[in-house]
């Protein structure tokens, strides 16, 4: 049974141009970014203050040196990637392009003073994402008048969040702290449903306009109620088309005068049962 609602009222999305920035500063920082997108990561705070830096991808083992810096010059290592990053050495930070999947990784980043020796060493972890698509709703009314309402979405790593006329909402069949697509209302709410959407790119949201689902007993009981009234229609029907049937043809018999010449002996005269005869 499908639940009583209006069409779509509010779809509004959040995703920056598909641009991310992260501070990398911190040893062990996490950064995101949009799959296709640009991702801003700021590695020191002044490049200028360094003799030479260099930033890796893989934080153990096999290694691939990305950028070197070296007084205030730098070049991009990883000729395939060259095309899509760029260096800012005032602020310390690398741009990356038209993000990949397999940009995401452990990178490494070291810094040396002017004697040549290691100064700092720093890692982090660059996760890709694609940013969520615009949800929609699609709802059902459950046998005992309650509403099961889902959102679906595409995207990295979705997390959903409901309100109701602004109220947090729950799944009343799910646990506190799920956060689920799908959520079962109770019966006889109504109001303003928003299903949020995000990850750590972006997020959307969609709202609809509910109203409670109709009572099954109530209905089932009206269902036959027309029917016994539709029924007890037909057969009044009947009898009364049969009646006038019936009559019709009587008055008809009644109303049939023959004639017969009788002046002949034994002369035959037939007569319409019920009819008059005139000899």
Not at 89 to 109: A, F, K, M, V
Not at 186 to 195: V, Y
Not at 229 to 234: A, K, P
Request: charged share 20%; hydrophobic share 30%; net charge negative.
């Amino acid at each position: 049974m499908e639940a009583v609602l209006e069409l779509l009222v509010i779809s509004a999305g959040v995703s920056h141009g598909l641009e991310t920035s992260c501070d990398a500063r911190e040893d062990g920082s996490q950064c995101y970014g949009a799959l296709g997108g640009t991702v801003y990561l700021q590695l020191v705070t002044d490049a200028t203050r360094y003799d030479a830096l260099s930033f890796w991808k893989g934080s153990t083992g096999a290694k691939t040196e990305i950028l070197k810096m070296k007084k205030d010059k730098w070049v991009i290592k990883d000729t395939p990637i060259e095309d899509r990053v760029h260096f800012f050495i005032n602020n310390g930070t690398l741009r990356l392009n038209n993000t990949r999947r397999n940009d995401s990784g452990e990178y490494l980043q070291e810094t040396f003073n002017s004697a040549g020796r290691l100064s700092g060493i720093r890692g982090l972890q660059l996760f890709i994402e694609a940013p969520v698509s615009s949800p929609q709703l699609s709802s059902e009314c459950l046998s005992h008048g309650e509403m099961k309402v889902s959102c679906s979405s595409e995207g990295d790593g979705p997390q959903y969040s409901w309100t109701l006329d602004g109220q947090t909402q729950r799944d009343t069949r799910a646990s506190s702290d799920n956060e689920t697509n799908t959520i079962t209302l109770k019966k006889g709410l109504s109001g303003n449903l928003t299903c949020t959407i995000r990850n750590y790119i972006s997020s959307d949201s969609i709202s609809k306009r509910i109203s409670p689902c109709p009572e099954p007993g109530v209905s089932v009981f009206v269902y036959f109620q027309l029917a016994e009234v539709f029924i007890l229609l037909t057969v009044c029907l009947g009898s009364y088309c049969f009646y006038k049937k019936e009559t019709y043809h009587h008055k008809e018999a009644t109303d049939m005068v023959t004639t017969c010449n009788a002046t002949q002996n034994l002369s035959q005269c037939s007569v319409v049962l019920n009819g008059t005869l005139d000899v």
